[in-house]
């Protein structure tokens, strides 16, 4: 994952104040296929954003002029076309306190110093290929909203029946309006569980609406530009349940030409609304066994894999060999990766009969 798909080597900003450890972590970054570039505070990497476009953020917490919390604060405020990129602490205190405040902060993880330079490229590599993944289906999904735009009148009418399928929220937005909402996602307006769609996206706490048009208005003008923008936050529920995950997605590449035109795509998931795993098109796609079948399916629910194994009354060690068989078949490398496929990849379409009859699969 040190290249985009276009064979770029992927960039790592590295800000951190101690000399020699800045030193040796961007020679580690650059034996490992990485173009690394050196910040020696928060004000002096703020600096670098302004010609430099990193794929990931490494950053220490304790600094002189401006801290790693003052940092990502402003990052997070003033660069919304940056929002998709990763932030990785680095800080010697390795508390279960400051890491938990690291993260609320709004760090995507969190590295203690002394560094394991082994441990540090994993995690840039998972990191790296999360967003992969991220734009990966938003490629697909902008590839497949281009005939909304670009359409006759009667396709546009059929997409937006196709996007009703979809079990997941799909907002399209224009440069000041929603143009268009997904089934699903009205479904989640008409719970009033904290985020609310009408001519605009907004959200109990006028903060996070503040935050959604602050990445909307970023995602715009990078369509406009003919750039990919991908930013996401979480949505806070009014009932205190898991939050719901909104990611706004330029529409670059398709010249508008009114102000109804939608510039942006908004996607909302719901951890707590997930869809059944189609256990068919498993055993058709990946030629599972009905074993392999269940454990996959129970693994996309949450199970561990002893829960797996209490439920389904086999051993530990025979959930561990279906789940290396799931690897191989379905060609993942890691539980993460394999659950993304089954919530993202083969959920997301309902079964006709149940849009027929007014009602969503859970």
């Known amino acids: 994952m040190t290249a985009t798909a276009h064979g770029a080597k992927r960039t790592i900003l590295c800000v951190e104040d101690e000399q020699h450890l800045r030193r040796d972590i961007l020679e580690e970054l650059v034996a490992a296929g990485y173009e690394a570039v050196g910040a020696a505070t928060g004000r002096e990497a703020l600096r670098v954003l302004g010609s430099a476009r990193p794929d990931l953020i490494l950053c220490d917490i304790s600094m002189p002029e401006l801290d790693g919390h003052g940092f990502l604060k402003i990052l997070r405020a003033e660069h919304p076309e940056l929002a998709h990129v990763p932030l990785v602490f680095l800080t010697a205190l390795d508390g279960r306190d400051a890491i938990i405040g690291g993260k609320r902060a ?18 840039i590599e998972a990191r790296l290929r999360e967003v992969g993944r991220i734009d990966e289906s938003a490629r697909h999904m902008r590839h497949a909203l281009s005939a909304v735009k670009s359409g006759h009148p009667t396709t546009s009418v059929g997409m937006y029946k196709v996007l009703d399928l979809l079990s997941f929220g799909v907002v399209l937005l224009s440069a000041k309006q929603v143009v268009f909402a997904n089934r699903f996602a009205r479904s989640i307006h008409d719970a009033g569980d904290g985020l609310s769609i009408s001519d605009v996206i907004h ?18 003008a990078a369509a406009l530009e003919g750039r990919d923008c991908v930013s996401s936050l979480a949505i806070p529920r009014r009932s205190g349940g898991r939050d719901l995950h909104l990611t706004l997605c330029a529409l670059p590449n ?30 058709d796609l990946f030629d599972l066994t009905p074993t392999e079948v269940e454990v996959a399916s129970l693994l996309a629910h949450g199970l561990r894999s002893d829960e797996i194994a209490r439920e389904l009354s086999i051993a530990p060690t025979t959930v561990a060999f279906h789940l290396r068989n799931l690897f191989d078949k379905t060609d993942t ?28 699969v859970s």
């Not at 006028?206 to 990445?215: E, G, L, P």
């Not at 079964?351 to 969503?360: D, F, H, M, N, V």
């Open 333 to 360: 490398h890691r539980q993460a990766d394999l659950i993304v496929l089954l919530l993202t990849g083969l959920t997301s379409i309902e079964p006709l009969e149940a849009i027929k009859r007014g009602t969503s």
């Open 254 to 283: 398709l010249s508008p030409g009114t102000s109804k035109d939608a510039l942006t795509a908004a996607f909302i998931s719901d951890p707590q609304n997930r869809p059944t795993v189609p256990t068919g098109v498993l055993e």
């Open 106 to 123: 709004g760090a995507d993880d969190y590295l203690v110093k002394p560094v394991d330079y082994d441990l540090m490229l994993a995690t």
């Open 203 to 220: 959200t109990d706490t006028a903060s996070v609406t503040a935050d959604i048009r602050t990445r909307w208005q970023g995602t715009n």
